[in-house]
């Protein structure tokens, strides 16, 4: 028997390619470049996207260039190696997995040019993308000269053919909405009270961009809104939408007090939100590229390095979407990230459940609080104002529609000409109260539920209980679309026009067919008849047409108000 030792091996090539790839979103380039320069000390970031032809191709080029305090031999290894950070035990710098600027592996060619110390540092990786696709470590020519008197220190990262020189998303509104969202430049330190926040300032330019954009770090929370009775007097109906407050709040987990989290809660109504980020959807505008709607963007983002990373919703939702009301950042140092900081899910559930707890109390804090109270305040306020305003509305209209109406007199009561299928029901209604023999049927039961539902039985029949019981379909115009009921049982049809000519064909909702039938009137029989015709049947359905039967039966003609 022989016992020996197995040293686990890596392998590198493939790890790299792995890292590279497990940064899916091309934006992510410009997040690990501004959070290099932060942990730089840069103060001033220039991120400049062009495309440049080469042998008649277009290639992209990206240049980021800061003036921090620059790489030395031993940091400029640490920023090409795998998992090997200048960093790790900085609490104070962003990166600490030596992961991050494996993003910049995904492109052709990456040139470093950094200065520290007097002296300058030439880095130049080629086709690193296409080595490590070979299984191949690619090798970074370095060339060290004296700094140009007068160069100050800074490093600029020169990237050609990122992401297979796939452009689309690298114009200026998306860049600018990704910077100011989940970069190092999205930090709410600025909300917190007594907190330093360093003045950077990133000059951006995308593809479609004619010059430089300075964006000013801080994430672009909306003005506080007025107070609620200023809001209403403003905007009446829309009060709601226009309001916005904010919670500020720090504190330390209650099961492990030694790790404490920062907040940030806008509560914002949805025209707010609107009109403070151009690139929300929004009706009656055509979509562009990047856009997304406050269902895709808003509700509680969980933030590392002040940098948000995963959005935790359900957190916050007990209803449905009341977390599109929010605006929220938390911030916790305790969160451990995975390899592409895209979650926290390498954080001890212990934590994250304490963490959990906190944002619910500030979450049930809020809902119980003014804030909320305010809400509600203007939404009912708003309801009120809307119900009284569109009685008033509603009332002018119908004195409108009152004046203008066709009436015609029966028995000195004043009918007016129905507009609706309900108002052919009441004019019927009214006509079998002055003549209970206008029509062969009587009313024995009827429902409003869904349109006007009537049964009927015939005019000198037996007693209720004896008698066989039908509908009577009723509308405004007869047209050739189905029928409610099936024909089978409907004695008769009510309707104040039809516009199906003779012989067309209408059909109940089971499918079964009848004929058009219009008889004109004759020296026996005045009356235009109308009927539904069955092909295999003697049973027709009589169609009361009230506008031709009422005024050949009764001489009545609607005529305007005089």
Same mark, same amino acid.
């Given at each position: 028997?022989?016992?020996?030792?197995?040293?686990?091996?890596?392998d590198?090539?493939q790890?790299?390619?792995?890292i590279?790839?497990?940064?899916?979103n091309?934006?992510?380039?410009? %997040?690990?470049?501004?959070?290099?320069?932060?942990?730089?000390?840069?103060?001033?970031?220039?991120?400049?996207?062009?495309?440049?032809?080469?042998?008649? /191709?277009?290639?992209?080029v *990206?240049?980021? @260039?800061?003036?921090? =305090?620059g790489?030395?031999?031993?940091?400029?290894q640490?920023?090409?190696?795998?998992?090997?950070?200048s960093k790790?035990?900085?609490?104070?710098?962003?990166?600490e997995?030596?992961?991050?600027?494996?993003?910049?592996?995904? !492109?052709?060619?990456i040139?470093?040019?950094?200065?520290q110390?007097?002296?300058?540092?030439?880095?130049?990786l080629?086709?690193?993308? +296409?080595?490590?696709?070979d299984?191949?470590?690619?090798?970074?020519?370095?060339?060290?000269n004296?700094?140009?008197?007068?160069?100050v220190?800074?490093?600029?990262?020169?990237?050609?053919?990122?992401?297979?020189n796939q452009?689309? @998303?690298f #114009?200026q509104a998306?860049?600018?909405?990704?910077?100011?969202?989940?970069t190092?430049?999205a $930090?709410?330190?600025?909300e917190?009270?007594?907190?330093?926040?360093?003045?950077?300032?990133?000059?951006l330019?995308?593809?479609?961009a004619? &010059?430089?954009?300075? *964006?000013?770090?801080g994430?672009?929370?909306?003005?506080?809104?007025?107070?609620? /009775?200023?809001?209403?007097?403003?905007?009446?109906?829309?009060?709601?939408d226009?309001y916005c407050?904010?919670?500020?709040?720090?504190?330390n987990l209650k099961?492990?007090?030694e790790?404490s989290?920062?907040?940030?809660?806008? *509560?914002?109504?949805?025209?707010?939100?609107?009109s403070?980020n151009?690139?929300?959807?929004?009706?009656? %505008?055509?979509?562009?590229?990047?856009?997304?709607?406050v +269902?895709?963007?808003?509700?509680?983002?969980?933030?590392?390095?002040?940098?948000?990373?995963q959005? =935790?919703?359900?957190?916050?939702t007990f &209803?449905g $979407?009341?977390?599109? =009301?929010?605006?929220?950042?938390? /911030? !916790?140092?305790?969160?451990?990230l995975?390899?592409n900081?895209?979650?926290?899910?390498?954080t001890?559930?212990?934590?994250?459940?304490?963490?959990?707890e $906190?944002?619910?109390?500030i979450?049930?804090?809020?809902?119980?609080?003014?804030?909320?109270?305010?809400?509600?305040?203007?939404e009912?306020?708003?309801?009120?104002y809307?119900?009284?305003?569109?009685?008033?509305k509603?009332f002018?209209? #119908?004195?409108?529609?009152?004046?203008?109406?066709n009436?015609?007199?029966?028995?000195?009561?004043?009918?007016?000409?129905?507009?609706?299928?309900s108002?052919?029901?009441?004019?019927?209604? +009214?006509l079998?109260?002055?003549n209970?023999?206008?029509?062969?049927?009587e009313?024995?039961?009827?429902d409003?539920h +869904?349109g006007?539902?009537?049964i009927?039985?015939?005019?000198?029949?037996?007693?209720?209980?004896?008698?066989?019981?039908?509908?009577?379909?009723?509308?405004?115009?007869?047209?050739?679309?189905k029928?409610?009921?099936s024909?089978?049982?409907?004695?008769?049809?009510? !309707?104040?026009?039809?516009?199906?000519?003779?012989?067309?064909?209408?059909?109940?909702?089971?499918?079964?067919?009848?004929?058009? @039938?219009?008889a004109?009137?004759?020296?026996?029989?005045?009356?235009?008849?109308?009927?539904?015709?069955?092909?295999?049947?003697?049973? @027709?359905?009589?169609?009361?047409?009230?506008?031709?039967f009422?005024?050949?039966?009764?001489g009545?003609?609607f %005529?305007?108000?005089?």
């Amino acid at each position: 028997m022989s016992a020996y030792e197995i040293t686990p091996q890596v392998d590198a090539a493939q790890e790299f390619i792995e890292i590279a790839n497990d940064f899916a979103n091309p934006l992510d380039v410009v %997040r690990e470049a501004i959070s290099n320069a932060f942990d730089a000390g840069a103060t001033c970031i220039h991120v400049t996207f062009k495309a440049v032809t080469e042998y008649g /191709n277009r290639i992209l080029v *990206i240049s980021i @260039k800061d003036d921090g =305090k620059g790489m030395n031999k031993e940091t400029l290894q640490c920023f090409f190696d795998l998992g090997n950070s200048s960093k790790r035990g900085d609490s104070l710098s962003i990166g600490e997995k030596g992961h991050g600027t494996k993003v910049y592996l995904n !492109c052709s060619e990456i040139t470093v040019i950094t200065t520290q110390n007097e002296a300058t540092l030439t880095a130049l990786l080629q086709n690193p993308f +296409q080595r490590l696709s070979d299984r191949q470590i690619p090798t970074v020519a370095v060339q060290e000269n004296k700094a140009v008197p007068g160069t100050v220190a800074g490093t600029e990262i020169i990237i050609k053919g990122y992401n297979g020189n796939q452009r689309q @998303k690298f #114009r200026q509104a998306i860049l600018k909405d990704h910077i100011q969202w989940f970069t190092k430049m999205a $930090s709410f330190e600025g909300e917190l009270l007594g907190r330093d926040v360093p003045e950077v300032t990133v000059y951006l330019q995308g593809l479609d961009a004619s &010059k430089p954009e300075a *964006i000013k770090i801080g994430h672009p929370f909306p003005p506080v809104s007025k107070s609620v /009775n200023d809001l209403f007097d403003q905007y009446k109906v829309n009060a709601p939408d226009w309001y916005c407050n904010k919670v500020v709040k720090s504190g330390n987990l209650k099961k492990a007090p030694e790790i404490s989290f920062d907040a940030v809660f806008y *509560i914002e109504g949805n025209r707010v939100k609107l009109s403070h980020n151009s690139m929300l959807r929004r009706p009656g %505008r055509a979509r562009f590229e990047g856009d997304y709607t406050v +269902q895709e963007r808003y509700g509680l983002w969980l933030c590392k390095d002040f940098i948000p990373i995963q959005r =935790k919703n359900e957190w916050i939702t007990f &209803k449905g $979407s009341e977390y599109t =009301k929010f605006h929220a950042f938390v /911030n !916790c140092q305790a969160l451990k990230l995975t390899a592409n900081r895209g979650s926290i899910d390498n954080t001890p559930s212990d934590i994250i459940d304490d963490l959990r707890e $906190s944002i619910m109390q500030i979450y049930d804090d809020i809902v119980s609080g003014e804030d909320w109270i305010n809400i509600s305040y203007l939404e009912n306020e708003a309801e009120a104002y809307r119900s009284t305003e569109l009685e008033t509305k509603s009332f002018c209209l #119908r004195i409108k529609r009152a004046k203008r109406a066709n009436i015609a007199a029966y028995k000195d009561v004043i009918l007016i000409q129905p507009e609706r299928e309900s108002g052919v029901f009441s004019l019927v209604v +009214q006509l079998m109260t002055l003549n209970k023999e206008i029509f062969p049927f009587e009313i024995v039961d009827y429902d409003t539920h +869904q349109g006007i539902d009537v049964i009927v039985k015939s005019v000198g029949g037996p007693a209720l209980d004896s008698s066989k019981l039908f509908y009577v379909e009723f509308k405004h115009t007869l047209s050739a679309g189905k029928f409610n009921h099936s024909f089978n049982n409907t004695h008769s049809t009510v !309707c104040w026009d039809t516009d199906i000519k003779n012989d067309d064909t209408i059909e109940d909702f089971g499918g079964n067919k009848r004929i058009m @039938k219009i008889a004109p009137p004759t020296e026996a029989d005045r009356q235009t008849k109308y009927f539904l015709d069955e092909a295999r049947g003697d049973r @027709k359905i009589e169609v009361f047409v009230l506008k031709d039967f009422l005024k050949e039966k009764l001489g009545l003609e609607f %005529r305007p108000r005089a």
